[in-house]
C-alpha cells in the first residue's frame, strides 16, 4: 500500500517523473508491473504510466478498481495500430502467431496470441510453434528478436515505432562517447537498429538495471527515455548516469504528476473499464506470456 493512502497500490513506470517514482510502492518496467500487480491486495491500484498499462493492470485484475490519474496520457506508438490492422496482417499471413507488445491497446491484444515486453520478447517469440510470427507495433523491437531467433518475423505496421526512441541518431551515440571516454552504451531495443548496433548494451530497463549492477564502467551513457536515469541514480548511486541525447522524453509520461497521482486517490477516479469481451481475450493473450517458465 502506499503511503499516500492504505487502501491503494501505487506503480509507476521507469520513465514516470522523480517525484512520482519516489513515491510509488513498486517502480518497474510493464512486465514487472503487470506481474505486481497481480501480487498486491488493496482495493485500488494507481498505475502511472501510459494507458496501456493501467488497462493491462485492469485486465489482469477484474475483480479490483484501477485508477489512471491522467486518461489523456497514452503511448503514440500503441495509437498507431488498429486491430483491423492486425486481422488484415493475418489475412496476408495465416499461418503466422500473433505476438503483441505490450505496448499496444486493449483491442491489439485482444486479436494477439501472446503478449510480450522488451524484457521477453525473444523467449516469447522462440516459445511458439509457428514458424512466422507478426509482431505488433514496433519494427524495432521486432528487428531485434528477428536477429536473435530463426523465426520469420513480420513487423505489422511497417513504421511502427516508439517516437521517443526513434529520435535517438547514431552521431548523438558518438558525440556521447566522445564525451565520456570509457563509458558504456546502454540502449533500449526499441531503438532503430543503427543505434542498438552502436551500443555496448542493449535491453530492456529491467536489464539495464541488473546491467549496471555487473558492469565495470563507472559512467553510463543510458539510450532510453530521461525517467530512467532517476531510477539507475537510485539502484547504483556509485556510478554516473548521463543521457544519449537530452531529446529522450516522453510526455504522455510525464503528464503524470504528484498532483494527479493525488487527485486520483482523493476522488477515487478516473476509473479504467476494458469491455468484458476485449478484456477476456486479452487477458488470454497476456497470461500466456506470464505463464511461459523461466520469465
Ligand atoms: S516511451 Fe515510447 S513506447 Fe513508451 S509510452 Fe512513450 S511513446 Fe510509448
Redesign the pocket.
Known amino acids: 500500500m502506499t503511503t499516500l493512502h492504505p487502501d491503494f497500490t501505487l506503480l509507476a513506470h521507469n520513465?514516470v517523473r522523480a517525484e512520482v517514482q519516489d513515491a510509488a510502492d513498486f517502480v518497474g518496467d510493464s512486465l514487472e508491473l503487470a506481474r505486481l500487480a497481480t501480487r498486491t491486495e488493496t482495493p485500488y491500484l494507481v498505475v502511472a504510466g501510459?494507458d496501456f498499462m493501467a488497462e493491462t493492470a485492469a485486465i489482469l485484475n477484474p475483480d479490483r478498481t484501477v485508477l489512471h490519474p491522467e486518461p489523456c496520457s497514452s503511448?503514440?506508438?500503441?495509437l498507431r495500430l488498429a486491430p483491423t490492422d492486425v486481422l488484415a496482417a493475418l489475412a496476408a499471413h495465416p499461418d503466422a502467431a500473433v505476438v503483441a507488445y505490450v505496448?499496444s491497446t486493449a483491442t491489439v491484444k485482444a486479436v494477439a496470441d501472446i503478449c510480450c515486453t522488451s524484457a521477453n520478447a525473444v523467449q516469447v517469440v522462440n516459445s511458439l510453434d509457428e514458424d512466422e510470427v507478426i509482431f505488433v507495433p514496433d519494427r524495432n523491437l521486432a528487428a531485434y528478436v528477428a536477429a536473435r531467433t530463426e523465426k520469420t518475423i513480420f513487423p505489422v505496421p511497417a513504421t511502427g515505432c516508439?517516437?521517443?526512441?526513434q529520435a535517438l541518431t547514431v552521431a548523438e551515440i558518438r558525440a556521447a562517447r566522445a564525451a565520456y571516454p570509457g563509458a558504456e552504451v546502454m540502449v533500449h531495443p526499441?531503438c532503430p537498429p543503427a543505434v542498438q548496433a552502436e551500443a555496448d548494451f542493449i535491453g530492456s530497463t529491467s536489464a539495464m538495471i541488473r546491467r549496471v549492477g555487473s558492469t565495470p564502467a563507472a559512467t553510463v551513457i543510458v539510450g532510453t527515455?530521461l525517467g530512467m536515469i532517476h531510477r539507475l541514480e537510485r539502484e547504483a548511486p556509485a556510478k554516473r548516469f548521463v543521457p544519449a541525447s537530452p531529446f529522450l522524453i516522453?510526455t504522455?509520461?510525464k503528464m503524470i504528476t504528484l498532483a494527479s497521482v493525488e487527485a486520483a486517490i482523493a476522488t477515487r477516479s478516473p476509473v479504467v473499464t476494458v469491455p468484458g469481451r476485449v478484456a477476456g481475450r486479452a487477458r488470454a493473450a497476456l497470461e500466456r506470456m506470464l505463464a511461459l517458465p523461466g520469465l
Open positions: 520513465y501510459v503511448c503514440a506508438m500503441a505496448n516508439c517516437p521517443v526512441h526499441e527515455e516522453c504522455d509520461m
